[in-house]
Nanobody, 122 residues
């Protein structure tokens, strides 16, 4: 089992950048695939990005490809989401999630953080 705590959300203007962090507890962080999922007001959860256990493979939703970068530091038990060229439609609560397999659907993740709010103003 792993506990996840996100940070780094906030208010930013369109075109700006934010970096989200997700700190994991426990000594088994490197055994999990990690991902980011978001939920905008009134909308269903949406897969954003995922990264392999070693960090050598990443996969992105089309809506963020080329703008967002997921990375991880297994020595620090932390996964990151660098978000550039932010748009108002990126406004959502962003959740960090962990799974034992590579997941590109939000429902497949087993462990979740509490979420961090990202608001992009136009």
């Amino acid at each position: 089992q792993v506990q996840l705590v996100e940070s780094g959300g906030g208010l930013v203007q369109a075109g700006g950048s934010l970096r989200l962090s997700c700190a994991a507890s426990g000594r088994t962080f490197s055994s999990y695939y990690m991902g980011w999922v978001r939920q905008a007001p009134g909308k269903e959860r949406e897969f954003v990005a995922t990264i392999s256990k070693s960090g050598d493979y990443t996969y992105y939703a089309d809506s963020v490809k080329g703008r967002f970068t997921i990375s991880r530091d297994n020595a620090k038990n932390t996964v990151y989401l660098q978000m550039n060229s932010l748009k108002p439609e990126d406004t959502a609560v962003y959740y960090c999630a962990a799974a034992s397999i590579m997941c590109t659907r939000d429902n497949d993740y087993a462990f979740w953080g509490q979420g961090t709010q990202v608001t992009v103003s136009s």
